[in-house]
């Protein structure tokens, strides 16, 4: 049966479309584990392309097709491949594909040493441009204990602390930068690290490990720039910090972003 292919008809309105796909596709994956060699996981996942003036639409079932294609072995390494299958399939100059996950690691309390999973929600956006090549962004959110220094220096009692949410995004070349490298260099940037699982003696430890620690979202912001502009895994980055603060109203932020490259 021959269907008319209403989507491959032309457009007389003389516009581009940046990104037109899916999105909100949820789909199992695979990723690299420091201490484990791979995890599973389940992704969010956006999947778009450039569509040129001259068309009315594109073909939104193709991206499942090629989703599905790559069925077992979806994964941060084979997003290359997909975008590559994307241009082919939906002929475009420029493809996209964004997943956004949950990353587990077996996090192990300071003093009593009991372990528990916690998950870090992670973000990755590939791009590829048939004239500018293909580009990888990875962005990890890690949860951090911030104190404040004014509060500690001012009150009699006590600082007011808050949970924050160090936001790191990079690209990297030439070597691997892991998941937990991100994570590492959030939490030692920050007042403490945040656990799942604190018996009594681990909260007495990092509830002083804070106070000993103070830190400004500033100062969270800038200790990890200058731990990534020493990594020369990391050619770009951007680091965005946000304090839920207790005792406020708002949250305090701070954002920097360095390009090693030029």
């Not at 269907?3 to 796909?21: H, P, T, W, Y």
């Not at 994956?29 to 969010?44: F, H, M, P, W, Y």
């Not at 009991?114 to 998950?119: F, P, V």
């Not at 940037?189 to 103070?214: C, G, H, I, M, W």
């Amino acid at each position: 049966m021959k269907l008319k292919d209403v989507q491959s008809l032309e457009d007389n309105r003389n516009i581009d479309i940046d990104k037109v796909g899916v999105k909100d596709l949820t789909y199992p994956i695979i990723l690299k584990d420091r201490s484990k060699g791979e995890q599973g996981t389940v992704a969010n996942i956006a999947m778009s392309v450039h569509l040129p003036k001259e068309f009315k639409g594109t073909h939104m079932s193709r991206f499942i097709e090629i989703l599905n294609r790559h069925k077992d072995n979806v994964s941060i390494v084979s997003c290359s491949d997909i975008l590559d299958e994307m241009h082919t399939v939906l002929n475009s100059d420029t493809t996209h594909i964004e997943l956004s996950f949950p990353y587990f690691i077996n996090k192990i309390a300071p003093v009593s040493k009991q372990s528990a999973l916690m998950d870090y929600n992670c973000d990755f956006v590939a791009i590829s441009d048939k004239v500018k090549g293909k580009d990888f962004i990875l962005t990890v959110h890690v949860p951090v204990t911030s104190l404040c220094p004014c509060s500690k220096e001012i009150s009699e009692f006590s600082a007011h602390n808050q949970r924050s949410i160090a936001s790191i995004s990079i690209r990297y070349h030439k070597k691997i930068v892991w998941i937990e490298d991100i994570i590492e260099i959030a939490e030692s940037s920050a007042s403490a690290p945040v656990y799942s699982l604190l018996k009594r003696e681990d909260e007495k430890f990092v509830t002083e490990q804070a106070y000993n620690n103070p830190v400004f979202v500033e100062d969270i912001v800038r200790n990890i720039t200058q731990k990534l502009m020493n990594d020369d895994r990391v050619s770009w980055f951007s680091v965005e910090c946000v304090n839920m603060e207790s005792i406020h109203n708002h949250s305090a932020y701070a954002n920097i972003t360095i390009d090693k490259r030029v």
